[in-house]
Every structure is written in C-alpha cells, then in structure tokens.
C-alpha cells in the first residue's frame, strides 16, 4: 500500500509538470489542479490520522495533535477554498508561485504520511 500511495503521488505530481510543458496549457492551472489533488489527498490521510485513535499524531499546530474528523474536514475545506480564491485576488505570477508552494509542500507531506502507514480514510 505504501508503494502504491507513494506511486500515485509521483505520478500526479509528474503528469501535471509534463502537462504544464505543452504549449498550449496554462501552468498556473496546471500547477493549481496539482495543488488541489495533492489537499484532497492530505485531507483523507489526515481523516485516518483522526481516526486512528491515538496510534498517529498530526504536526499541524491549527490542528493539534489529535484533531476530530470535523475540524479535519472544516480546515480542509477553508484551505481548498481559500487556496483556490486566490486565482482572483492575486496577480497571476504570485498565484502561480502559491500553487507551486503547496504543490510542493503536499508532495512531501503525503509522501511522508504514506512511508509511515497513514492510509487514505473516506
């Protein structure tokens, strides 16, 4: 399972930067669909992380150590919103650059849920 989780990321985060290179395609898109894969797979690694009665702890300081599944899905949600908000109070340039900055933030932090066993929760 570990490899699997850790496969699809890499595919994810390859495909969208190939994509990006055509010449046609706009990359802040690009970068921001990856972006926002890459949340909706931290959301469900961190609903196992609430779900795991202990045995996981969660690094993020918003939301404690051992958040609900409801605080889970509410910060989730703000972040996704707000993160894709920023397409229209942003200039294009800087929302390029804070898509590329969760992109790679995301990339690590799923890569690192799934080498210690964290799985995807629904």
Avoid at 73 to 87: Q, W
Wanted: charged share 15%; with cysteine; hydrophobic share 45%.
């Amino acid at each position: 399972m570990k490899r699997t989780m850790t496969s699809v990321t890499l595919i994810i985060a390859i495909f969208s930067g190939s994509y990006a290179c055509a010449a046609d395609v706009d990359t802040a898109d690009s970068w921001k669909k990856t972006a926002n894969i890459l949340l909706a797979i931290d959301w469900l690694q961190t609903r196992d992380i609430a779900l795991s009665n202990g045995t996981y702890s969660e690094t993020n300081l918003i939301l404690g150590a051992y958040p609900s599944v409801g605080s889970v899905n509410n910060y989730f949600l703000a972040s996704m919103a707000l993160l894709n908000l920023s397409d229209y109070v942003l200039p294009k340039q800087y929302a390029k650059f804070i898509y590329q900055a969760i992109s790679i933030l995301e990339v690590s932090v799923v890569t690192h849920n799934t080498h210690i066993g964290v799985r995807l929760k629904f």
